[in-house]
């Protein structure tokens, strides 16, 4: 069975209440391209790059908080080790 080059099944991530089968870019295109492709590799992470769909994914996440809410690399890694330490919400 030859793999679709076109329409990977990767692309097809996820079902509406309606029981269709939405493809990625259903969900992000009307997003800011950094949102969307964090969301993008996030849903695709098994099917295509493994873990380094998840580290772009995150870049691009810190790229966003760093560009957007002002947050210097510092606290970037502040909140990532106490994130990581303390575990979220604690």
Request: hydrophobic letters at 30%; glycine letters at 8%.
């Given at each position: ?6 329409n990977p099944s990767y ?76 575990g979220y919400g604690q």
């Amino acid at each position: 069975m030859s793999k679709d080059k076109i329409n990977p099944s990767y692309y097809q991530k996820g079902k509406c209440t309606c029981g269709k089968s939405l493809q990625t870019y259903d969900f992000v295109k009307d997003l800011p391209f950094g949102e969307g492709s964090a969301i993008k590799y996030i849903v695709r992470h098994k099917d295509k790059g493994k873990s380094d769909d998840v580290k772009k994914a995150l870049w691009l996440v810190i790229a966003i908080l760093i560009r957007e809410y002002d947050m210097t690399p510092k606290d970037v890694l502040s909140f990532t080790e106490d994130l990581l330490i303390k575990g979220y919400g604690q």
